[in-house]
């Protein structure tokens, strides 16, 4: 329908000799609004169809119903910098130089796409998280959360100059999205990244949701209490358990966070102190007490989704209003998954598909057909060369992922990825997990954990074992897989430039984080 009214327009436009001649009235380049939450988890997306049925996302959930729904979109190092630097640059951790959120710094002088789409006449803005420690290049307009950014009233940095905001940070970050688009210069398309914060650690909802779930007792994950046999000593050593390194304070809000207003406070402690007397009361211990962990992870965390969620809805209305919907690409996504309590854990980084897979949800009126479902290996690289072909503007040789419009368009080129290579370098800060790199195809999982002081590989079969609970590295079975994936993982190092030996900073600095309840003094919020 909105392409006969589009056709007929320009067919009006064209015909009169008082208006522009019919060069200029090419239908304009479709506007790109990328919203992406920070440790979004697919699980936590009810478009996924999870089987806790964690929570309904109505209003992402809308994008898949109206666009597509992509079930295997990876990410190649599962932290929020180096994610967010592969997005932006299409590059991996080892060409854009951001390995790590400990000692990085993201270099703005590098070919970005908002950079690119800029020059090709695209009014740009980034408003939210940016997390990158350098500020924003590319961009008409830029308003950034300094570093993790706080949930309540939230001070920001807007082009260059601080800012402070009362409220809560995902109606902020929305507020501000919304208040660009409206004042944006019409003649021109528009690129914006409404990056939110939520739900990332120290997940805080919004006073007003604090009730949300009613005090719902969540289904447990089967892996909860996963004793790591048959895996590595990368899995055992690790320390990102809901048991041993969710700390009673801040994480399971034993205590209430500094920034809020006295209102804000009010509704805090309304909600929780009378839950936290009743748990203190009950002195639990062992499995039960990391049951009570888990539970009120599930409510703070679900309780920010639900605030993204709301707030996606009110950027879906405004699109909608405004008529700006049918020539706009909204994408939802975030910059990595996100464990909710599956192998005991809670945090990213690993190869595994609740931190390596992230949700993505894409609509296109016109363009992409309406609840489709998409099961290609496409990766947070792909998103550059992506928005650049919509543009019709030249792509970099540097960049490393590829367009997958075609895919939006309904066909996947027979020569699409089969494999997507992984690497993970930040150790020991701040959950000790191992360096590792691997491949994912549809089936398995390979991954090569090599240092320091291990050197040994693992191979998941996802069909036979989709919870990645039981290495087939070395079974007589998988002989000819294992072969060919190995040989896969060193062709594509070689293809995309893989030094045999990292760069020193790609670790980061040994410190630890905290483990268990230690008190807040020492916490470095990563
Ligand atoms: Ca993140």
Redesign the pocket.
Known sequence: MNNIFQLSFILLVASSPLLAAPDKVAPSKPNILFIMA??HAWQAVSAYGESRHLIQTPNIDRLASEGIRFDRYLVNNS??GP?RAAILTGTYSHINGFYNNTNCRFDGSQTTFPKLLRKAGYQTAMIGKW?LETDPTGFDHWEILPGQGRYYNPPMIRDGKPVTYPGYVTDVITDLSLEWLKQRDPSKPFMLLCWQKAP?REWEPAPRDLNFDHDRTYPLPDSLFDDYSGRGRAEHDQNMTIAKTMRMNEDCKLTAPKDLSAEQKKSWDAYYAPRNEAFLKQNLTGRALTEWKYNRYMHDYLGCVKGVDDNVGRILKYLDETGLATNTIVIYS???G?FLGEHGWFD?RWIFQESARAPLLIRWPGTIRAGSVNKDLVCNLDFAETFLQVAQTPIPDRMQGRSFLPVLQGTTPADWRKAFYYHYYEYPAFHKVRPHYGVITDRYTLAHFYAPDVDYWELFDRDKDPGEMRSVFNNPAYADVQAGLIQEVLRQRKQLKEPNKDDPKAFGPFDEWPVSDAPAKKVRNK
């Open positions: 920070d440790d932290l929020c994610s997390h990332h975030s910059d990595q996100f990213k």
